[in-house]
Nanobody, 123 residues
Framework: QVQLVESGGGLVQSGGSLRLSCAAS????????MGWFRQAPGKEREFVAA????????YYVDSVKGRFTISRDNAKNTLYLQMNSLKPVDTAVYYC????????????????WGQGTQVTVSS
C-alpha cells in the first residue's frame, strides 16, 4: 500500500511552465510503476504520461510530447512532471497514480491514486 500526495499546481499564463511533484509514503516506491493523468471539467480522466520502475522508459500522450517530461527520484520517493509551453487546453486536475505491475495508458490498471492538484493555464 502506498499513499500519494501531489503538489506544484497553480495558475500560469499560456507558454509558461510548472513542475508537479508526487510524494509517495512507501519506502518501496521504486517497486511501483507510476503515471500522471488529468481530468478537465466535464471530461473523463485521461492519460498524460507514465514511467517504469527504474525510470528508463517513459510514455506520453501525443498532445504533450515534446512539452512535458515525466521523471522519478527513487531515493526521494518522488515522481515529477515538468510541464513546459503550457496551453489553456492543459487546464485540469492532475493526478499521480501508482501501479504494481502495469505501466501504460489505462487508468483502471493503476492501483493507487493521489488526491489531485489543479493546473490552470490562462490565455
Amino acid at each position: 500500500q502506498v499513499q500519494l500526495v501531489e503538489s506544484g499546481g497553480g495558475l500560469v499564463q499560456s507558454g509558461g511552465s510548472l513542475r508537479l511533484s508526487c510524494a509517495a509514503s512507501a519506502s518501496t516506491f521504486s517497486s511501483y510503476t507510476m503515471g500522471w493523468f488529468r481530468q478537465a471539467p466535464g471530461k473523463e480522466r485521461e492519460f498524460v504520461a507514465a514511467i517504469n520502475r527504474s525510470g528508463t522508459s517513459t510514455y506520453y500522450v501525443d498532445s504533450v510530447k515534446g512539452r512535458f517530461t515525466i521523471s522519478r527520484d527513487n531515493a526521494k520517493n518522488t515522481l515529477y512532471l515538468q510541464m513546459n509551453s503550457l496551453k489553456p487546453v492543459d487546464t485540469a486536475v492532475y493526478y499521480c497514480a501508482g501501479g504494481n505491475n502495469y505501466v501504460g495508458t489505462r487508468r483502471e490498471r493503476y492501483d493507487y491514486w493521489g488526491q489531485g492538484t489543479q493546473v490552470t493555464v490562462s490565455s
